[in-house]
């Protein structure tokens, strides 16, 4: 199973990105395994930290307080990929956005088996 962010990019204070997260390299056998989804940021000097989580088979969602409101996890309904709508980015939102997946929704690492390679998202003031 690999996961593939994109989406990241340059944008000013105030405005919009849309990460995505790819899957591919699963089967029926290892659907369950993924039904979890989530993301993740790491800001420079800091540890990586949960920003939202999802479950494929509910939508059941849960955001971190820094995002809620700002930030919206979704799913395609047409495949397993996930997004990350972020909104009114800041300063603080900058970091490296990782995309997981795992057997439940957490908002642990430990809670996921895979992940992403990341992409940076960068607000500038």
């Known amino acids: 199973v690999q996961l593939q962010a994109s989406g990241g990019g340059l944008v000013q204070v105030g405005g919009s990105l849309k990460l995505s997260c790819a899957i591919s390299?699963?089967?029926?056998?290892?659907?369950?395994?993924?039904?979890?989804r989530g993301w993740f940021r790491q800001a420079p000097g800091k540890e990586r930290e949960f920003v939202a989580a999802?479950?494929?088979?509910?939508?059941?969602?849960y955001y971190a307080d820094s995002v809620k409101g700002r930030f919206t996890i979704s799913r395609d309904n047409a495949s397993p990929t996930v997004y990350l709508q972020m909104n009114n980015l800041s300063p603080e939102d900058t970091a490296i956005y990782y995309c997981?997946?795992?057997?439940?929704?957490?908002?642990?690492?430990?809670?996921?088996?895979?992940w992403g390679q990341g992409t940076l998202v960068t607000v500038s003031s």
């Open positions: 997981a997946a795992g057997p439940v929704r957490s908002r642990l690492q430990s809670g996921y088996t895979y």
């Open positions: 390299g699963h089967t029926p056998s290892t659907y369950a395994t993924t039904y979890g």
């Open positions: 999802i479950y494929l088979t509910n939508s059941n969602t």
